[in-house]
């Protein structure tokens, strides 16, 4: 019913496309319209104090509606119907995360410029085939794919995507500038769990999403117990948080139960970012996922989880090889796991020390970039073609 609704409202709007309005605003989301994270969410909050640019983000969520009414921000939601409608109209350019891109009622111009921001480069192809249509995830719908390193040019955008060299735009992303600011504030700790998080250590475990079914992927971990886990945990004064790929969402399991193991619901928490939160945990738990990136870049400890790496490997694949390149050691069993928990969350210069070699290479391969600033590169780039 919703849909039919959204169709006669479509077809009632539509001859407003071809009015001659002037094409002057920027539209931006986050993979979600119900997400305010991720490269989206800081190149809007910069391009915001530019005065010279007019820059909207596009949300369904209350809570990222009040909190940009609490910021004075400008955004379009869908509860605001004609504003909505207006600024689509009069969009120029619209900019995304993902495979798609804001295009309210369909009203939005034909020439209007697609960009996509990018999501993640590490070790990964980053080119799906979707289990639910079989076809491939495609980005030659935009007109400029940007991406953060030479590697990543020739490798992902021009062998793997297959794209036009007018299409590829290479400007970093603009959430590693956050994590260039040095702080120690816990802002997504408090956010989460409030003040709980005090005394603890902290491990955030980032399973990369896959292009086939799957449960939590720790969980098929050799050996793995959920409940003896927590209270390996709770002896060590050790807090988890884990996360999961909305796209194909695996089982939260048993761990709404156990109080040192958490995770984080995006619906609940639609202000919680990945990438704040790297800044303020002491190892990252990880198999393939592109936060291996930026975790790399600060020079934390990482250790790898990755049951079904076979599967995954012949269903997918690496842009080079995995176990020669892994920013960490990897767990085929829980005892493994624990023992090098203990390890580097103790003695964290034997991680640095032995991955070193290793880190500067990804850094090299996936992030060339990172002494140039990408929101200032982005917002010349927009200067150029507003």
Sequence with gaps: MKKLIKKIISFIFFPLKFLPLKKEF?????????????????????????????????????????????????FINNKNIL?????????????????????????????????????????KLLKFKYISTGKYETYKKFNYVNFTSDF??????????????????KFGYPRIENLKIK?????????????????????????????????????????????KFNLFLKKNNYLFFYTINTAN???????KKLENIIYIDRDKKPLFDTTSFLKEID??????????????????????????????????????????NKAGPLCKDFFTLKKEILKYSNFKNKYIKKYKLINKRNINNFY??????SNLLFYKFLKKIL
């Design 183 to 227: 702080n120690k504030s816990k802002t997504m700790l408090r956010y989460l769990v409030g003040n709980k998080y005090k005394s603890k250590k902290i491990l955030y475990y980032t399973p990369t999403w896959r292009p086939y079914n799957y449960n939590l992927p720790i969980l098929n971990l050799k050996n793995f117990n959920l409940k």
């Design 283 to 324: 190892i990252l738990i990880n198999d393939c996922a592109t936060t291996t990136t930026e975790f790399s870049l600060l020079n934390k400890p990482q250790i790898h989880v990755f049951p079904d790496l076979k599967k995954y490997e012949t269903k997918v694949g690496f842009l080079i090889n995995y176990k020669k």
């Design 152 to 169: 990543t040019v020739k490798y992902l955008a021009k062998k793997n995507y297959g794209l036009e060299d007018s299409k590829i735009i």
């Design 368 to 373: 060339d970039m990172y002494k140039k600033d």
């Design 83 to 123: 504003k909505t409608i207006w600024v689509t109209l009069k969009t120029k350019i619209v900019i995304d995360t993902g495979s798609s891109y804001f295009n309210f009622l369909n009203l939005l111009s034909n020439n209007a410029i697609k960009i996509c921001l990018g999501h993640g480069a590490g070790l």
């Design 249 to 255: 969402a695996p089982s939260k399991s048993e761990s």
């Design 26 to 74: 920027i539209v931006i989301q986050s993979f979600s319209p119900n997400i305010y994270s991720d490269n989206s969410r800081f190149l809007y909050e910069y391009l915001s104090k530019k005065k010279n640019i007019k820059i909207f983000w596009y949300t369904q969520n209350s809570l990222i509606k009040n909190y940009l009414e609490f910021k004075n921000l400008k």
